[in-house]
């Protein structure tokens, strides 16, 4: 025996098996959770926690434990849990450097749970912002709820400014601008002095002709007489031409205080389109109403797309690079297989979840690091009934990067007979708006993203509907008629668009409970209107009456300007040899 077994070998290979195995066993799985938890907040931008994970040899798989991720919105719920995951992976792939998992499994799959702890992290403000800027593009689409304090035309007065003062102060600026631009110009024009110049010396070359019949006549003078003519005419072009010139200036002065006289009205048709409850205001309720929940969902989906794109962008990725081989080295030459596998490559995954309190299986297959390569997209399909005791859901799509050019995500669902009860679709601090009880008859959507593109159609049905007005204002005229159109609502239709692009959604909401506001409230809201115009005009009047007359008043010094510039052209005349 001592010929045939090297004993000190033989010991030291059962050390080093055993230092493996124990390493193995005390720190593969701690690096595994620790790889999951660091991978996973960092895709999140929220804390990822696990409460084990198991790295087992025979078979070869991972088992994850306990999973928890944070909703980076709401750092104190959960957007995801699982109880465990479970993957087998394919040894000879791994050898090779591929991680291909046959199967993988997920039961125990929930959504939007609470937490014990926060699972903020300092570093999240930039997603924050990312998601500020679509939640307020979303809502700039939407549109403004309509004000629900019923402010008289004093009120209103109070916290606007008005265009006519402001343009009427323009204008009365303007009109004293060209008056002493004109005053200055008329300073250094010909006037009386300069043409009894001219008299005189008409008149001298008179008395030195020693004729009383005119210097016309003399023909010792005909010299001195065209070159005075000649002054002369040259003075009464430079009058014409400022009176031509403060005439232009006048006659727009004059156009602007024309249209001036019509900007009170326009003031309080404005003041009466932002402030006065009408049919025009209440034309698309339903997205103001159910608006604020829906851009909620699309924020937070696109916000989630957003942050795992660059995961879900590694699909896209061509070909493995190819590597320069240096001077004195060889290189490994790998030989093509019967079909390329990517960098890793999860063939079939079987999920379990808990939805609206029923359950829901689904599975996805071909979830890969390079589509191309491997040829294939991710598909999935989802089935689920028993939510909330009565309802079912269908849905089914693919992620495709198989091509470059064209990647494509998308998504199309069913859901029928979902019942929802305190489903709360507007809350404002003056007015919250309730769906205590509905059921969802019939609801079809398909959702795609192509690129930057954003194309998602939504039609749903509800029937046994119960709304809810809170509000203390009652007897506010919006809060009011809301509450009584509302109240006798029993089903409705509902469809939602989203066009645009992920960073620069459009949507577009819309319900035929819209008709129905709009003909309850008509009567109602033409009265208030018609109170409420009368009385904004009329203050409107009175602030501005006084603007419109300093401005008016105004001409009058150019009046008076080019009335002194026509005297002086008389003067010229009369004094203009024959």
Excluded at 187 to 212: H, M, Q, V
């Amino acid at each position: 025996m001592n010929r045939l077994i090297r004993w000190p070998g033989l010991a030291a290979f059962v050390v080093i098996a055993a230092l493996c195995l124990a390493v193995w066993y005390l720190v593969v799985d701690y690096a595994a959770e620790y790889m999951v938890e660091r991978t996973g907040t960092k895709a999140v931008g929220a804390e990822v926690e696990l409460a084990s994970a198991d790295l087992t040899l025979f078979p070869l798989g991972l088992e994850l434990n306990g999973l928890q991720v944070t909703n980076p919105k709401q750092p104190m719920r959960n957007a995801l849990v699982a109880e465990r995951i479970r993957m087998t992976f394919n040894p000879g792939h791994l050898i090779k450097g591929k991680t291909v998992v046959e199967a993988m499994s997920a039961s125990g799959l929930a959504f939007n749970k609470e937490r014990t702890t926060s699972g903020a992290l300092p570093e999240t403000k930039k997603l924050s912002e990312k998601g500020a800027e679509i939640r307020e593009r979303l809502r700039s689409k939407l549109g403004e709820f309509p004000s629900l304090a019923a402010k008289n035309a004093k009120e209103i007065l109070e916290n606007e400014k008005l265009a006519t003062i402001e343009e009427a102060e323009a204008l009365r600026t303007d009109i004293a601008a060209a008056r002493e631009n004109f005053k200055a110009r008329l300073d250094a024009l010909p006037d009386k002095e300069t043409f009894k110049e001219y008299k005189a010396r008409i008149r001298n070359l008179r008395e030195d002709s020693g004729l009383s019949g005119g210097v016309m006549g003399v023909i010792g003078k005909v010299d001195e007489v065209r070159e005075i003519r000649k002054d002369i005419k040259k003075d009464l072009e430079v009058l014409r031409s400022a009176r031509e010139d403060l005439s232009r200036s006048r006659a727009e002065f004059q156009n602007r205080l024309k249209d001036l006289k019509n900007a009170p009205g326009r003031d309080a048709e404005r003041l009466m389109e932002k402030y006065a409850l009408s049919p025009k205001g209440i034309s698309n309720m339903s997205a103001l109403v159910f608006g604020p929940r829906y851009a909620q969902w699309v924020e937070t989906s696109l916000i989630w797309y957003q942050r795992l794109s660059p995961y879900l962008a590694g699909m896209m990725r061509g070909g493995e690079k190819e590597e320069k081989r240096r001077r004195g080295e060889g290189v490994d030459v790998e030989f093509a297989p019967h079909r390329q596998i990517p960098e890793y490559w999860i063939k079939t995954a079987d999920l379990a979840m808990e939805v609206g309190g029923g359950t829901a299986v689904g599975q996805f297959q071909d979830f890969s690091s390079n589509q191309q390569v491997l040829g294939q997209p991710l598909v999935f399909a989802f089935s689920g009934s028993g939510l909330k005791d009565a309802g079912t859901i269908e849905a089914e799509g693919h992620l495709d990067r198989t091509n470059l050019k064209s990647p494509e995500d998308l998504v199309k669902f069913n859901l029928k007979q979902y019942p929802l009860s305190d489903f709360t679709l507007l809350d404002r601090q003056d007015l919250a708006v309730l769906l205590e009880s509905a059921r969802v008859e019939n609801a079809d959507g398909s959702i795609r993203i192509a690129g930057e593109e954003l194309d998602a159609d939504i039609q749903a049905v509800f029937d046994t509907a119960g709304f809810k007005v809170k509000s203390d204002q009652a007897d506010n005229l919006l809060i009011s008629g809301l509450t009584d159109t509302l109240q006798n609502i029993r089903s409705f239709d509902l469809s939602a668009e989203l066009g645009g692009t992920i960073g620069k959604p459009d949507v577009r909401i819309a319900s035929d409970i819209d008709d129905t506001l709009k003909a309850g409230l008509k009567q109602t809201l033409a009265k208030h209107q018609a109170e409420l115009k009368s009385d904004i005009k009329r203050a409107v009047a009175r602030q501005t009456g006084d603007a419109l007359e300093n401005a008016a008043s105004g001409l009058a010094g150019l009046d008076a300007i080019k009335e002194a510039i026509q005297e002086r052209l008389e003067m010229g005349s009369s004094v203009l040899p024959g």
